[in-house]
């Protein structure tokens, strides 16, 4: 049986990301709880211990965990049915989105695992420039940014294409 190479490049990012997610997350709690902050470029870079309870940029994270968790469980689940159905439709030649959406699926999974296992993500990678910050994230939201990046790159690169298709749909339905 020979699998298609759009599951193919799914199942790479996937295991690939939500293993150096994961992995990293783990050395994270176990160093940097300990000394909460190292500075990597003075100004710029660090790597800081943050407890995410929310969703990005800690949105819902003075939600109860009652209400958090099976709201986050529900989300994540609904978006994979999402993204599997849309993923599936995928022309080979969709390369971009194959691996925009697999970026995604990856961060969102990595992310997910933590709120079911843990309740909180751990976040710890800090940019900023003095003491202005970008919010401190992960590696699962650099898989997830990348995917919204390539996103909006085929976007760019498609967007008549994929603007002819729905003129074509929306007169069949006529």
């Known amino acids: 049986m020979k699998i298609k190479r759009k ?23 176990n160093a940097l709880k300990a ?3 190292i500075v990597i ?4 870079f660090d790597l800081n211990y943050v ?3 929310g969703a990005a940029w800690g949105m819902f994270g003075n939600f109860g965990t009652k209400f958090r968790i099976p709201f986050f469980i529900v989300i994540t689940i609904i978006a994979s049915v999402v993204l599997g159905y849309y993923y599936k439709k995928l022309k080979k ?14 961060g ?4 997910f695992i933590d709120r079911v296992f843990v309740t909180f993500v751990v976040d710890f990678i800090d940019w900023h ?4 910050h970008w919010p401190t994230f992960n590696i699962a939201d650099v898989a997830i940014s990348t995917g919204m990046g390539l996103l909006v790159i085929d976007w760019i690169l498609h967007h008549k294409e994929y603007a002819e ?4 749909n929306k007169e069949e339905m006529s």
Do not use: C
């Open 93 to 106: 030649e969709q390369v971009i989105l194959q691996f925009a959406l697999s970026f995604v699926v990856a």
């Open 41 to 44: 470029i003075k100004d710029y």
């Open 129 to 132: 420039i003095g003491v202005h």
């Open 35 to 37: 000394k909460p902050r």
């Open 7 to 29: 599951y193919l490049i799914l199942v790479i990012i996937s295991v690939v990301f939500i293993f150096l997610d994961q992995i990293t997350k783990t050395w994270a709690t």
């Open 165 to 168: 298709v729905e003129k074509q």
């Open 51 to 53: 407890i995410n309870h």
């Open 108 to 111: 969102m999974i990595g992310n």
